[in-house]
């Protein structure tokens, strides 16, 4: 079996494992990328609306600073962030902007004079400074103080991850695509690579590498519902949960975003309802300043998500044979404008659904988004329990985003943290020497091989596309917005099931090659222990924080529960073994009211 | 009544010893808003979990699933079957190396396009962390993204003639790409530095205009202007390298 040795073994190759690699290769470093798809098909990619910078440059972003982008970051996340880590992520996203901008990524641009904007429904006008001409604009996203997303069109990550590419192009950073990890190689102690499976041929391989980051994004594809791209099956996480030592963060923070098209699940941009897009319920009423009379639908998501799924339960949803839905309403933004800065929601429309936004509503409602939590790290991205492992991006709790995401700061944080942590790989690089255990490698080669084996001979058993659809909707049905102690009863009892099925697989077809029903097989139960450490992990959680919205427990409990879950999986274990750590050391703001979202507060000292 | 569909989908897989390639008809009973996405899936979760495809964002933002629809290349999440007769053939995508089935390695193709472009910001100024960001006028950063919107899909690699009768032909896609460089005031390539790239048949002179690349775009770029704005560019800078004394 093939043996490839490198410096740095980057598994993902989005915006944040790219940002990584270029920094080591910048040093001087061998790296290779790990792709299931050709890297510029990442998921990255589909961000659409923009990212959170502070720069300050448009008249209606004057007077930005980090410390505001601090703030806002802080309380979106229900204060459920490391402060410390949010810090340097503001600090740090101004910079790592302009970084991009110098490597060719064609933001919009400040011109001057004056111009109208709708807030709401509300037409109304704003002035440029000639100043600021030509300097990086941005646009109000939700939960925000000021207008700090900054964009090209609605195609922000696309441009973006192809700037990103090209850099690594030019530093020579290998990308092998259409490979899955299926396994860490370590000894409890260090990590030394990771063994992989082409996704062309089927052939296993080795990777021995001296450093090894997972950035291999979220994990949304447990849900049936999710506007994740298919890829995003949580590969990453797994293999890290599998080591029985890294324990993953807060994976019962689970994002829905306000607005998955019906059907098909599709995102449309939080830049819709930031450029002045309403939400209207089925009589044609616009909701929103009703519940949150302050920030309307420009409240953070968790909040938006949750107002419509209670609006919906009121009977006010829209019926369709999809199921309930509400309506987004951009049509007084007008035919020009959804033309040029919404390009890619008029693409969608016209495309999944058959309409011209410019002149039909929009049907949509809130859909799995994002994965707060992940592979847990230091703040300089270091993986707890494994040396040698790193981990940025989505697929990290690095932690700044707590218990929910603020829209465009989770491209910020992809080259943000890209660029922190891949300065603490290159440090890493310089002084760590590995010594190669060859019988480690061949272990863990043996092993996975052998999993294919016993998978591609097996006489009985379920069929992993049956079964993965079963793990689906229990996730649907009993771990979405609205939670409770029984519906997560239920789920982990479930899925605990479900878990044994998946251990337990008939393949129906032969298993050749890059079979996808083996590829599909050989990740399930991987899955499922994922979706095992969400439900559980929400389970335990008995209070409400962020996205985590419990009928039962609908306080935030700051006296109890200002921790962030830590989920381990030992093997052999039926459930994952659940430790808690305080959720920041260095307390900048204290915990205190947010501003929308109307959440009954426990305070710490009571 | 809804249609019964026959999808006549083309096999094979080089990985798997006695494979040999042919088409096999699959058949679906269409429902309302059916696409390829949901359709291709649902074959392979019910008739043959051997299909291989290609689909990610399956939103028409990544480019993965472009393959060949009743004849045409096309991105297959975007299409619908309500827009297709009940008959539905489907091939990979031409000039791509097979993975199987629908399944072709654009990555290996689009990576090496892009080395042999140098597409990537050529500058000798180094990046002043402290400084503000350098001014562009946002109708210059717009006329880039405009270029830039390319999702290295490969339909127009799949519909281009002259890509398919040589395999170094770097087609419509790289054109665009080095026409977004040669619009982006960021990069500091002279003509000449791109004649040396694109100033053969590899590059904008194997092109021979029959635009079958833009016909098919599923972005809509505009590719038979940035094929004119290219050529008629490194015309005159052979002249120029000819004739010194040329002027534009």
Avoid at chain 1, 360 to 372: A, D, F, G
Avoid at chain 1, 593 to 605: D, F, H, L, N, P
Wanted: aromatic share 6%; charged share 25%.
């Amino acid at each position: 079996m093939r043996i490839i040795y490198t410096d740095l073994l980057c598994i993902g190759a989005g915006l944040a494992g790219e940002r990584v690699a270029i920094e080591a290769a910048r040093a001087g470093f061998e790296t290779i990328c790990l792709s299931l798809v050709p890297a510029r098909r990442s998921h990255s990619s589909a961000a659409q609306g923009g990212m959170q910078a502070a720069l300050g440059n448009c008249i209606k972003g004057d007077g930005d600073c980090p410390d505001v982008h601090f703030q806002d970051t802080v309380k979106g996340s229900d204060w459920g962030c490391d402060q410390e880590v949010a810090r340097i992520f503001a600090d740090n996203a101004p910079l790592a902007i302009r970084q991009m901008d110098h490597w060719g990524v064609p933001w919009n641009r400040v011109v001057p004079g004056r111009s109208c904007y709708y807030k709401g429904g509300e037409k109304l006008e704003k002035e440029e400074s000639e100043d600021k001409s030509g300097l990086i604009t941005a646009r109000d996203f939700g939960g925000t103080a000021k207008w700090r997303a900054c964009y090209c069109s609605d195609g922000t990550g696309h441009a973006m991850l192809y700037t990103m590419d090209s850099v690594a192009v030019q530093h020579g950073v290998q990308v092998h695509d259409r490979t899955e990890a299926l396994s860490l190689i370590h000894d409890g102690e260090r990590c030394h690579g990771a063994v992989v499976r082409c996704l062309k041929t089927g052939e296993l391989r080795a990777y021995i590498s001296r450093a090894t980051l997972i950035a291999s994004g979220g994990f949304g594809r447990i849900y049936r519902a999710s506007t994740n791209a298919v890829i995003n099956e949580g590969g990453g996480q797994i293999i890290a949960l599998d080591t029985g030592v890294v324990p993953l963060g807060n994976m019962e923070a689970v994002q829905f975003h306000p607005t998955g098209i019906v059907p098909t699940d599709i995102l449309v941009t939080e830049g819709c309802r930031g450029d002045g897009g309403t939400l209207l319920d089925a009589n044609l009423e616009r909701f929103m300043p009703h519940y949150e009379p302050e920030k309307a639908e420009l409240a953070s998501r968790d909040v938006v998500s949750r107002r419509m799924q209670e609006h919906m339960a009121k009977g006010l949803g829209v019926k369709s044979p999809y199921g309930d839905h509400l309506w987004l309403d951009i049509r007084h933004l007008g035919r020009e404008h959804i033309a040029a800065k919404l390009r890619e929601v008029n693409e969608i429309c016209k495309n999944f659904l058959g309409i011209d936004p410019a002149e039909s509503l929009i049907p949509v409602r809130p859909t799995q988004h994002y994965s707060m939590g992940g592979v847990r790290t230091d703040k300089d991205g270091a993986v707890y329990g494994l040396k040698g492992l790193f981990s940025a991006g989505e697929a990290a709790c690095w932690d700044m985003h707590g218990f929910n995401r603020l829209g465009g700061n989770s491209l910020a944080e992809t080259v943000v943290a890209g660029m922190l942590v891949g300065r603490r790989v290159a440090g890493f690089l310089q002084e760590e020497d590995m010594k190669v255990d060859t019988a480690l490698v061949r272990g863990e080669l043996k092993k996975q091989q052998e999993r294919i084996d016993i998978l591609r001979s097996s006489t009985s058993g379920e069929a992993p596309f049956e079964v993965r659809n079963r793990m689906q909707d229990i996730l649907m049905d009993y771990v979405g917005i609205f939670r409770n102690e029984k519906d997560l009863h239920l789920a982990v009892e479930k899925l605990q099931q479900v878990l044994l099925s998946a251990e337990n697989l008939k393949l129906s077809s032969r298993g050749a090659g890059a079979c996808p029903e083996l590829s599909l097989g050989l990740r399930l139960s991987g899955m499922v222990r994922l979706a095992l450490c969400v439900a559980f992990g929400a389970l335990e959680r008995r209070e409400s924080r962020g996205s985590h919205a419990r009928d039962d427990y609908p306080a935030r409990n700051d006296r109890d529960w200002l921790v962030r879950t830590l989920a381990f999986w030992p093997g052999g274990r039926a459930l994952p073994r659940l430790e808690y750590e305080p959720a920041t050391k260095v307390v900048e703001i204290p915990p205190g009211e947010r501003g929308y979202g109307g959440c009954e507060v426990i305070s710490a000292e009571s | 009544m809804n249609r019964k569909l026959t999808f006549s989908i083309f096999r094979y897989n080089p990985q798997e010893t006695g494979s040999s390639p042919g088409m096999r008809e699959f058949r679906l009973e269409e429902t309302e808003n059916l696409n390829l996405f949901v359709a291709l899936n649902l074959i392979r979760e019910t008739q043959d979990p051997s299909l291989q495809f290609d689909f990610c964002c399956r939103a028409g933002i990544c480019g993965a699933c472009a393959m060949v629809i009743n004849g045409r290349p096309r991105l297959a999440c975007r299409t619908k079957t309500a827009e297709l007769p009940e008959k539905i053939v489907l091939m990979p995508l031409p000039g791509f190396r097979l993975v199987g089935d629908l399944s072709v390695d654009t990555g290996a193709w689009f990576r090496s396009m892009n080395e042999r472009l140098r597409s990537w910001i050529h500058t000798d100024e180094n990046f002043d962390p402290d400084a503000p960001e350098v001014v562009m006028d946002n109708q210059v950063a717009e006329e880039i993204y405009e270029l830039d919107r390319c999702i290295e899909c490969g339909c127009c690699i799949g519909a281009c003639a002259t890509a398919q009768m040589r395999s170094d032909f770097m087609g419509a896609a790289a054109m665009n790409r080095i026409a977004r460089f040669m619009l982006d005031p960021r990069d500091k390539r002279t003509n000449r530095e791109f004649f040396e790239i694109v100033g053969t048949d590899q590059g904008i002179f194997g092109c021979m205009g029959l635009l079958g690349c833009h016909d098919v775009c599923p972005k809509n770029l505009p590719l038979q202007d940035q094929l004119a704005h290219v050529r008629r560019k490194m015309g005159r800078q052979a002249l120029k390298n000819i004739l010194p004394w040329y002027k534009n």
